[in-house]
């Protein structure tokens, strides 16, 4: 009986050992968003008398709205308003293109085998690794013979380029769980090829859609690289604009709108994220094992 105590008393106290540092990494890890959020809503002169993990003392929005309508990016002073439209104008477009299109190919890549198709599915697999640096110049001249060279529309080709790989992969991997006999009856049956991709497929397809959705959405609403290279003047994405408000050399350095613009530029993804974050790793781990 002695022992069973001494025993469950260990127990408690391993639990207890493990939630606190628990805790303690989560506090670390969220310390970042907190001095963000705190520093946004303070004024300059708080700011730079008072204690950058003290709340603030007479909050106020004027640094948000000063980011979203007023602050300068370069040579202009218009905010991050302008930028946050082109974002959501060239990304969501690009990730729904992706997400369609990467769905057909995992599906005729899985249930529409054909001479070759290993050897495309391995290309797009290598695709997946490519840096984006490498692809820059080509990509370049791409845009340039097509005439949309610093336009949205080069911007939305450019991205669906680079991640038809991934959401291909995505697709692919999931659509090996599905079984086989149930094409087959689809097929007795009389159903072709767009049929049993519409009405059978794709219906099975939403935990690994919305996987599709929460990467592209991120990977392309986060990406810089290619928004600063194959964009220019009021065509910039929000990352290229925060980086130019933020690196900005004339007048007061701002932290709060700093901040507040950071937090702008960021409010989409963990939008994403809460709302659709539960199927991210379901759809991910989905086709881990066959059947």
Known sequence: MADQMQSQGASRFGRVIVYALLTLMCLYYLLPLYVMISTSFKPLDEIRTGNLLSLPVSPNFEAWVKAWSGACSGVSCDGLKGYFWNSIRFVVPSVLITTIVG???????????FRGSDVMFTALLIGCFIPFQVILLPMARTLGSFGIANSTAGLILVHVVYGLAFTTLFFRNYYITVPDELVKAAKID??????????????????????SIIWQFTQIWNDF???VVFSSGQQQPITVAL????NTSTGVKEYNVDMAAAIIAALPTLFVYVVAGKYFVRGLTAGAVKG
């Open 190 to 211: 009389g159903a072709g090829f767009f049929r049993i991709f519409w009405r059978i497929i794709l219906p099975l397809s939403l935990p690994i859609i919305v996987v």
């Open 103 to 113: 769905a057909f190919n995992g599906y005729v890549l899985c249930m529409w085998r």
């Open 243 to 246: 980086n130019n408000l933020v």
């Open 225 to 227: 690289l290619f928004g």
